[in-house]
């Protein structure tokens, strides 16, 4: 039985995983961890008696085989250091690290001598989209994301867009330079990475969403994925849990594991 330790278990994504875990007798669900969680009775939460609550990382003082973080972008790098210095395997759920942020983090899980992942998108529509969006672009290799989101999400463009576009453009060669555009409003054309245009919504009624457009000379190609419920996301959440522990380095992408 992996015992497993969920950090914002009180969040949409956190109470999903926490029943997923819970009803799984592959796992023991053994500390949780949310800023919120003032009173440590489990029984408040609905967890097993033996489960450990903590409202701060710095009173976390348990042994997990794999640490399951749903936080905010301002904890997940603080998060991830420690589970990777205890020795607990990351599924990383919280987007917003940096770039040299995970370089830092593969160099310590290297050190560490323990294997993680970190995942933009648990979705396995999303992830299918960037496979397809990346073979797309060796053909196409101009292209525009949009990236739909509840309203509710801290972070913009979202991981899911970020990495599409990173494979985008590792894939794609001589991509058309756009001329430039008069912006009479500031912004509207969106986010650029490597050219590549990445556009935000935040509204309330979506989940999470997004849309790659390519262009090429007289036709166009549309990419999408829609997860209109976030229990889409447990089949990857499980697929992460129960191959993390064999991984011997910290990835990026489900696709890594599929």
């Keep these: 039985m992996k015992k497993v330790f969920i950090a914002g278990f009180t969040g949409a994504m956190g109470q999903k995983a926490v ?82 942020q995970i370089e830092t983090l593969q160099e310590l899980a290297q050190q560490q001598g323990i294997g993680g992942i970190i995942v ?70 969106g986010g650029d990475y490597q050219g590549i245009k990445i556009h935000s919504v935040r509204l309330p009624g979506y989940v999470a969403h997004e849309e790659v457009l390519f262009g090429g000379p007289g036709e166009a190609l549309t990419i999408r994925q829609d997860s209109f419920d976030r229990q889409s996301f447990m089949k990857g959440v499980k697929l992460a849990l129960d191959q993390v522990m064999d991984l011997t380095e910290l990835v990026v992408g489900l696709e890594k594991i599929l």
Aim: aromatic share 8%; glycine share 4%.
């Design 120 to 189: 933009p998108n648990f979705g396995l529509s999303a992830v299918l989209l960037m496979k397809f969006a990346q073979e797309a672009a060796q053909y196409f290799p101009d292209a525009e994301i949009i990236e739909l989101h509840h309203a509710d999400k801290q972070d913009a463009p979202s991981g899911t867009a970020i990495s599409t576009a990173q494979l985008i453009a590792e894939q794609r060669q001589s991509p058309k330079q756009a001329s430039p555009s008069h912006e009479t409003l500031p912004h509207v054309r």
């Design 19 to 100: 029943h997923l875990v819970m009803e799984d007798p592959a796992y023991q669900l053994v500390g949780v961890l949310a800023p919120g969680a003032s009173n440590p009775d489990p029984q408040v939460y609905h967890l097993a008696p033996t489960t450990k609550v903590y409202n701060q990382l710095a009173q976390v003082d348990i042994k997990a085989d794999i640490w399951l973080d749903f936080t905010v972008p301002q904890a997940v790098f603080a998060n991830t250091q420690f589970a990777l210095q205890q020795h607990m395997h990351p599924v990383v759920g919280t987007s917003g690290l940096q770039t040299e």
